[in-house]
């Protein structure tokens, strides 16, 4: 280090830089002599050895300080005045807080003045975007973390990009294949049984998209889970058709077909047809395959579509009723604000009412409680209305709903509807969630069957009759209480109380028609004779106690447990009852988490001590208790799959789904996405997508040039066909002096000679194409072998020239044919 060491001097303040700004724009002295402090880049220069040299140089090398000069030197900005305070102890604090010199700062831009104002700059930056491209607000929670951990080195923004199509191809090609192998590898990990479930619906895009999803006992989470596995799209989906298409995705995908232990469906006759195919087809490449386990169809739908049937004989005008007022303010701004005006006068709850579909689970529940909570205000609402003839809508509705409001059965319909659809709420919140309930539903049914009989059957017609044996109970009118002991709430019959007699008697014979044909439906469709699902009861915590051998000797013999090993297996659950290290959980404590516990425990020398129940159970909690987590796939589905986005490919949407399944798995409880693992096949799966994408597009470009060549050389025939034709033409003309036709001749030449040189030139400019998508290729197949490049001349030139020149030949037979 050199003895005297250049000092910064304040006369280099007023030189110009290399970027044509001044010095004092952007510089000061530093904390010592021999320093200078850059304060657009927050930069401490070194200036002694080189002085003014190496001051320049900071300015004319970093990209950073260029890019930042250039917005805040520009002679069009509005100025700003900073005040120079000199022996501070801090260079940041003195260059934030000058005055004496002008600052440009950018009209549109954000002068990068600070910390915070780079901060506020970002936020503000991504709220514009978030306004722009419509983004929801909710994408924005975490979105903090989320950049921190994708920019946790700076270097990475110098480098980052993204646009629609790299986002698609990401997702579709790179992202889908590998977050589904890691779904694969970890049900194989388990080394346990699975079940498929799956629905369909017709999308936006008009095609059948069938969910697949697994549902299996993960060794990452050491829990049960349902993860959404792929997407089949049809036509026509027949059962054959179907069963074709998952057992062709399980065979590429390599997924183990003896692990499979039934298949999980809402209940439509087509499901059988399925589930013959699959065993069938499994068969032929097991043939050992002991068949899927059945545990009957999806138990939500059927309670709810009980429901329905009993909407049919008691209930459709109230049901329509629901749907009316729902359409009459849907899409009217003034009748809301009218119908606000006058809840207000009421000092009623300002609400709308509640849609109701049919498709929806129970959802007349709450439109129907809506309704009550509002009547008043739609009596006095549809009184409004008929005051003034020029307010009074012409629709349908509304006439329904003018003539429904004067009737006082409807009270006594709805009142009945808001008493009884309780009981089946209830039942269908119970099993409207990811955890697995397969061992409470046989004793939730009976509960929900016996509860509704009670309402209108004999008690001790009931009381009298065991759960396996609802499905036989007499349903007849003999056996049913009298009118004035239905149970239909006591707010039902007040309002029945104020009817005629003659009205009475109607609606009593509706209700009783209600509870008959509900109980019938539910007797008919709820599994009550499935053994397996009634023993699986013994699994419950709750039911330790008094569980029984032959229970769990019979789950066990279902479950695909050799019968050598079933003599053990009670010796395990006789040690299980009696095990005083076994807790009873605290409420609301997860059934798998409960067991995971318990296979924990060990013998006196260290072996597991319940190694066989550890497999049955395992087993039976994946069993599925209903296809409510499909039915909610199918509404995420929805959700990313709009009318505005109707384009996004089969590919897209598989990668979109598998990618929201990652995030999950990855972080269950905030579903944050940079918890998900960057693994390097991940990294070189991104890697070898790009190289796939690239050459699919070098293929179709490949395509159409070798077809634009095809189209042109035809022409060219054609025209050399014309040039042969003129030459003829023009020798028979001189022969026999035909003027007239040795002009016509002279024109077919030179026109073909004109079309002969077009074409020609064209081709050789498809041909110059064509060896540049060659090239392009190699380079492609070069990378994603890891080969040292070919020599230039190699690979672009040579091979593709020796073919031109055999194309050359037949170009100059056209020319010759002129010349001639």
């Not at 020029?390 to 509304?398: E, L, R």
């Not at 009670?570 to 404590?589: N, V």
Request: hydrophobic share 35%; charged share 30%.
């Amino acid at each position: 280090m050199p003895k005297h060491q250049t000092k910064f001097n304040d006369r280099w303040l007023d030189e110009i830089d290399g970027n044509g700004h001044k010095l004092r724009l952007w510089c000061s002295k530093g904390k010592t002599d021999t320093t200078a402090y850059c304060f657009l880049c927050k930069k401490t220069i070194q200036c002694g050895n080189a002085g003014f040299a190496q001051v320049l140089q900071h300015s004319e090398k970093s990209k950073t300080h260029i890019r930042l000069a250039n917005i805040a030197c520009s002679d069009s900005q509005t100025k700003i005045a900073f005040k120079t305070i000199h022996n501070s102890s801090s260079i940041e604090s003195q260059a934030s807080s000058e005055v004496s010199e002008i600052i440009p700062v950018p009209v549109r831009n954000i002068c990068v003045t600070s910390k915070k104002d780079d901060t506020t700059k970002a936020e503000i930056i991504w709220a514009a975007k978030t306004a722009n491209d419509n983004y929801s607000f909710r994408s924005s929670d975490g979105i903090g973390d989320t950049f921190r951990a994708m920019f946790s080195n700076p270097e990475t923004l110098e480098t980052f990009s993204m646009s629609r199509t790299k986002l698609s191809y990401v997702i579709g090609h790179g992202f889908a294949p590998v977050f589904k192998e890691e779904l694969i590898s970890d049900v194989r990990a388990s080394q346990s049984p699975f079940s498929l479930q799956y629905d369909e619906t017709t999308q936006c895009q008009v095609k059948k998209q069938m969910e697949l999803y697994i549902r299996y006992w993960s060794p990452v989470h050491n829990e049960v889970w349902i993860r959404y596995y792929t997407s089949q799209f049809f036509g026509h989906a027949e059962g054959a058709t179907v069963a074709s298409a998952i057992m062709s995705t399980f065979r590429s995908d390599d997924v183990p077909l003896t692990q499979l232990l039934t298949l999980g469906s809402d209940g439509p006759n087509v499901n059988r047809t399925i589930w013959r195919e699959m065993e069938k087809k499994i068969r032929e490449v097991y043939p050992g395959f002991q068949g899927l386990v059945d545990v009957g169809t999806c138990n939500i739908h059927i309670v709810h579509n009980s429901f329905g049937k009993g909407l049919d004989k008691y209930g459709k005008d109230a049901e329509q009723f629901v749907i009316d007022l729902h359409s009459l303010f849907k899409y009217s701004a003034a009748r809301r604000e009218d119908f606000r005006k006058l809840q207000f006068n009421l000092d009623v709850e300002l609400k709308l009412f509640i849609e109701h579909s049919s498709l929806r689970w129970m959802s007349i529940g709450p439109g129907v409680r809506r309704i009550l909570e509002q009547w008043e205000a739609i009596v006095q609402f549809v009184k409004f209305l008929e005051s003034d003839p020029k307010k009074i809508p012409q629709s349908a509705a509304f006439k329904r709903v003018q003539a429904t409001v004067k009737r006082a059965e409807i009270l006594v319909q709805l009142k009945f509807i808001a008493s009884t659809v309780t009981l089946f709420e209830a039942f269908i919140l119970n099993f409207q969630n990811d955890e697995p309930t397969i061992h409470i539903i046989y004793e939730q049914m009976a509960d929900l069957m016996k509860k509704f009989l009670l309402r209108f059957m004999k008690g001790e017609k009931v009381e009298a009759i065991r759960a396996h044996q609802l499905s036989t109970l007499d349903l007849a009118r003999h056996s049913q209480l009298s009118d004035g002991d239905l149970v239909i709430g006591e707010p039902t019959r007040q309002e029945l109380n104020k009817l005629k007699e003659d009205q009475q008697k109607a609606q009593l014979l509706g209700i009783r028609a209600f509870f008959t044909a509900v109980a019938a439906f539910l007797q008919t469709r709820l599994p009550f004779e499935n053994k397996l699902l009634r023993f699986l009861s013994c699994l419950n915590p709750d039911r330790r106690s008094d569980a029984n051998l032959r229970a769990i000797e019979f789950v066990a013999s279902k479950l695909r447990t050799p019968a050598a090993d079933i003599a053990s297996v009670s010796d395990e659950w006789r040690l299980y009852i009696h095990d005083e290290e076994i807790r009873k959980p605290e409420k609301g404590t997860r059934v798998d988490h409960y067991w995971r516990d318990i296979f924990k425990l060990q013998t006196a020398n260290g072996n597991l001590r319940y190694p066989l129940l550890t497999t049955i159970v395992k087993a039976a909690l994946v069993l599925p208790h209903g296809n409510s987590d499909v039915e909610r796939g199918i509404s995420v589905n929805s959700r990313m799959l709009t009318s505005e986005r109707n384009k996004l490919s089969e590919e897209t949407i598989n990668g979109l789904r598998n990618t929201k399944d990652m995030v999950k798995f990855s972080d269950p409880q905030s579903h944050r996405p940079e918890r998900v693992p960057v693994t390097k096949k991940l990294l070189s799966s991104k890697e070898m997508d790009a190289l796939k994408a690239k050459n699919a597009s070098l293929l179709e470009k490949e395509t159409a040039l070798n077809e634009r060549e095809k189209e042109l050389r035809e022409k060219l025939e054609g025209v050399g066909q014309l040039l042969i034709d003129g030459n003829s033409k023009l020798k028979s003309s001189v022969k026999s002096s035909d003027r007239a036709g040795i002009n016509a001749a002279e024109v077919m030449i030179e026109t073909a000679s004109g079309l002969a040189q077009k074409l020609n030139a064209e081709i050789s400019e498809i041909r110059e194409k064509q060896r540049n998508v060659e090239c392009q290729k190699r380079k492609l197949i070069e990378k994603s072998l890891g080969e040292v490049p070919m020599k230039k001349a190699r690979v672009c030139a040579s091979v593709p020239k020796q073919a031109s020149k055999k194309k050359r030949k037949k170009k100059s037979n056209v020319k010759t044919t002129t010349a001639t």
